[in-house]
């Protein structure tokens, strides 16, 4: 039976579930990765930043440092992996990047340290961290067009929330990996091996993330792309991809803030143990967890920007009162948690949608490039660059207020980002939402259905 357009344009349920599992698997493991470095970046800092007689928080402040180079070097992979996608498809990228990183990851586990290889170590492992960057920039841009472009009419959003969601999963795996070490194991066996085993776990997840995603169909929006009718001027390319940046810059800093350079400040700014900081930073991710999906289906219902815009909004009104409240001896260990899993769900409600917001940006012939370029500047300036500028500022200010200025001010930016909506066809009725309108006019010849959401 010969195929309507139509046809050919709704992805089978089976692709889709597919396209979810294949795009989500190296979420999860690019996010465990940097979560268990971002967890154990006090063990890090130690085992390769330190040399005897060298200071703890000068380690911290250089494994932070080699943290950011890594993020500096995801735009550079969004740019080759994303015109490689846009040029030969998301496939075959999503292939070769979950295999570097899983290489990459595995190795950091088997380095010798500072103690064995001198200062060869801390080159070797920001090697190391450069490739993951490397990866990394090109993960996302060729998951997240994968899972948007076979999402059911009328489901991107709740398809690319899933994007968030492994996020979400990797870092709480990363914790769950630190905090389950750290319960069977002393200090001195964790410091002296046992860091170790978290990174070589990656091995057999990205072997089986490979799998996945050999098995993967290209997806229909680039196998049936028309070029000549997506043409997008570079200008318009450049003002979107700026748009992009500014949107998801909160989501950024105050996710990175809240749930991964949490158990750090806490030690260091707090005195916390690391039992107690890795459980507050479990409990934030929970909240982030469980908000993402619901998120990204509440923007299919009604528009990406209002609930990424209450997102923002809270985390400038809460994260100062919220920093307050962790300082305060008199607060209950229970209102600090319920507090800690808040500040994640606020950022699940930026997380949720975000990705979905990116795919609609760009049409197909630059999708993969573009929205990995807007995702990946703003994680390298604002993610990979926050535990460096949070530890530095409170070590030379001594206020620990900082990471809630911090989250606030990112915030307070990407509200009047969303604010905003440029002219021409990078946000218009034109490439990203293209898609919406042929989804809106099956429905209707089916006999009815919601109109797309507005952004």
Not at 114 to 129: C, F, V
Not at 418 to 424: I, Q, T
Request: net charge positive; glycine share 14%.
């Amino acid at each position: 039976m010969k195929l309507t357009f139509e046809d050919r344009q709704t992805p089978r349920k089976a692709s889709s579930a597919r396209a979810l599992a294949a795009g989500s698997v190296g979420n999860f493991i690019e996010w465990y990765e940097f979560g268990v470095y971002g967890y154990f970046a006090t063990v890090v800092a130690q085992r390769f930043f330190t040399p005897e007689g060298g200071g703890a928080v000068e380690g911290l402040v250089k494994a932070y440092a080699s943290f950011a180079l890594a993020f500096f070097f995801r735009p550079v992979g969004a740019a080759l992996f994303g015109r490689l996608g846009d040029r030969i498809g998301r496939r075959p990228v999503l292939i070769l990047v979950v295999a570097l990183m899983t290489g990459a990851t595995t190795l950091i586990g088997a380095l010798p340290t500072y103690a064995t290889a001198g200062a060869l170590a801390p080159w070797l492992l920001t090697l190391l961290r450069v490739v993951q960057g490397l990866s990394a920039g090109g993960e996302f841009g060729g998951a997240v067009s994968a899972m948007t472009e076979f999402a059911p009419p009328g489901r991107r959003g709740l398809y690319g929330a899933w994007q968030s969601f492994t996020v979400a999963l990797g870092l709480l795996g990363g914790a769950g990996a630190a905090v389950g070490l750290a319960t069977v194991l002393t200090e001195d066996q964790l410091s002296a091996w046992g860091w170790r085993l978290p990174f070589l776990l990656a091995l057999p997840m990205g072997l089986g993330a490979l799998w996945l995603r050999v098995r993967l169909e290209e997806t229909p929006s680039f196998r049936e792309r028309t070029p000549d009718a997506e043409r997008l001027p570079a200008r318009g390319v450049v003002r979107a991809v700026a748009l992009g940046a500014g949107r998801v810059m909160g989501w950024s800093a105050a996710g990175y803030t809240f749930l991964v350079v949490l158990p750090s400040y806490l030690q260091t700014a707090l005195h916390a143990d690391f039992r107690q900081a890795l459980t507050a930073t479990v409990l934030a991710n929970l909240g982030f967890a469980a908000a993402i999906l619901p998120a990204g289906l509440l923007s299919d219902r009604i528009g990406r920007r209002p609930v990424m815009l209450t997102g923002a909004v809270l985390v400038v009104g809460a994260a100062v009162p919220l920093f307050d409240l962790l300082q305060d001896t008199g607060t209950s260990s229970l209102v600090k948690g319920a507090a800690v899993c808040a500040a994640g769900a606020v950022v699940g409600l930026m997380a949720g949608p975000g990705p979905a917001m990116l795919a609609e940006l760009f049409p197909t012939r630059v999708r993969c490039t573009g929205l990995g370029l807007a995702y990946a500047l703003s994680n390298a300036v604002f993610s990979g660059c926050a535990g460096l500028i949070i530890t530095e500022t409170v070590k030379r200010t001594g206020n620990v207020d900082v990471p809630a200025y911090y989250a606030a001010a990112t915030c307070a930016v990407s509200a009047l980002a969303l604010l905003g909506r440029p002219a021409g066809k990078a946000d218009g009725p034109g490439a990203g939402d293209r898609t919406d309108v042929r989804d809106v006019v099956r429905r209707r010849r089916r006999g009815g259905g919601r109109a797309a959401p507005r952004r």
